[in-house]
Structure formats: structure tokens, C-alpha cells
């Protein structure tokens, strides 16, 4: 059973260009939550979702971001007009069961770093 | 709200001894979960070890344990027989109840270096 897949691994955008990352979770799993990561910090929240729903954004900047999770294809997250400041390593996890159920643990991939020029 | 605090932003450990890494969180909720991740050079999060806070006994997977104190709200990680592949940037995780969604509240991390 493969694990959470992540791509690409590495991004490199120049200011004001559209950075495109992509989650599939693992087999069996509809339940999303992506992380970012700054330089020398801890991973924080940005969004859960299940298929086709955003469940919970409150950790996603209002302007410039946005993600997905439709009914085929992988989770993805969409960074528009990127800014130095963007530049992290942007984690997505994924779990089996609902949030109501606590230990279902989320399992992380290997993250994409993302760099800004 | 709901915290994690890591205060040990750097240790150091001989290979083959045993380190403890600290955390400590606040919450109002009774039964929850604590997570320890570990990440590597390769920034992959691994997950390390868990406890659950309704169980008495503190979790163990094989060289890696907890010390879980409820009432002081302290979860510490404790490895033992340090080796070199343990050095890594440790995290504790605790999920944030209420609402829809159990999102992990990452402390601020400990970079472990075991020394040969």
C-alpha cells in the first residue's frame, strides 16, 4: 500500500507566478489536511478536506491561496501570485477515518519545497 | 486554545545513551491523543510513537517511550540506546478538538543530535 504521494518534491517559482502542488492521499483514505512548514518552525494547519468539500480553511491565508480535493484525481494546492514569504515546505496528510474519531492518526507525505525567486 | 511547547530547541546525546525530549500542552479536553513525529534530513514526518490520554500506561515502541503526566499536562519522549539515526528534528502533536476537524497543533520542535 503505497503511502501519501507529494509532487513535485521541489518547486522553484519566480515572484508572481502560480505554484500548483499536488497530494494523493493514501488507499482508502478521502480525509486531507495540508501543513506548511517556514524555515525553523513547526508545521502549521492550513486546510482539511474530504472529497469535493472544504471542511475546514481556517489556517489558509484568505488572498492567494486556495485548494481542492475533487471526487478523481489527487488533492491540490494552489498558490497564485507567489511571494518570497510563500517560499516553505508544504506537507499534506492524509487519514482513514473522520475527525469525530480521534485515533485515526494522519499520515504524513514527504512534503514539496517550495522556493520563490 | 489549545498549546505545545517544546523548550528545548537543541540536544545532544553519546551514541548508546538515553536522552528525554519535553513537551507540555494545554487543553480542557479529557480524552485526547498525544503524537511524537520525528523529522529527519530528508523532512519526511514520521510517526514516532502516540499516547492516549484516557490509558494510565505510558506508551512504549521499542527503544522510544513516554513519561504522559495528565495533571501536569507534560508528555515527554524518552529514547533509549541512542543511535545515529535518531538524530532528527523531533516534534510533539497534539490534535485541536471541537468543530470539524482534528488538525495537529505542532510544537515548535527539538533538534536531537546523537554524537558517535
Known amino acids: 500500500n503505497a503511502g501519501v504521494m507529494q509532487n513535485p518534491r521541489h518547486l522553484v517559482r519566480r515572484r508572481g507566478q502560480e505554484a500548483r502542488l499536488r497530494c494523493s492521499p493514501m488507499k482508502g483514505h478521502s480525509h486531507v489536511y495540508w501543513y506548511r512548514q517556514l524555515p525553523e518552525e513547526g508545521l502549521k494547519f492550513m486546510v482539511y478536506l474530504q472529497k469535493e468539500n472544504i471542511i475546514d480553511e481556517s489556517g489558509m491565508p484568505k488572498e492567494r491561496f486556495s485548494a481542492e480535493f475533487p471526487k478523481e484525481g489527487p488533492s491540490i494546492l494552489r498558490i497564485q501570485q507567489v511571494v518570497r514569504g510563500d517560499s516553505a515546505a508544504y506537507f499534506c496528510a492524509s487519514s482513514l477515518g473522520p475527525p469525530t474519531i480521534p485515533s485515526y492518526e494522519q499520515y504524513f507525505g514527504p512534503g514539496t519545497r517550495l522556493t520563490v525567486t | 486554545a489549545q498549546t505545545v511547547t517544546q523548550s528545548q530547541p537543541e540536544m545532544s546525546v553519546q551514541e548508546a545513551e538515553t536522552v528525554t525530549l519535553s513537551c507540555t500542552y494545554d487543553t480542557s479536553e479529557n480524552n485526547y491523543y498525544l503524537f511524537w513525529y520525528k523529522q529527519p534530513p530528508s523532512r519526511q514526518m514520521i510517526l514516532v510513537i502516540r499516547?492516549?490520554?484516557?490509558?494510565?500506561q505510558n506508551a512504549t515502541e521499542n527503544r522510544f517511550s513516554v513519561n504522559f503526566q495528565k495533571a501536569a499536562k507534560s508528555f515527554s519522549l524518552k529514547i533509549s540506546d541512542s543511535q545515529l539515526g535518531d538524530t532528527a528534528m523531533y516534534f510533539c502533536a497534539f490534535p485541536s478538538y471541537g468543530g470539524a476537524t482534528n488538525k495537529l497543533i505542532f510544537g515548535t520542535g527539538t533538534l536531537l543530535a546523537v554524537q558517535p
Open positions: 499516547q492516549e490520554a484516557y490509558k494510565q
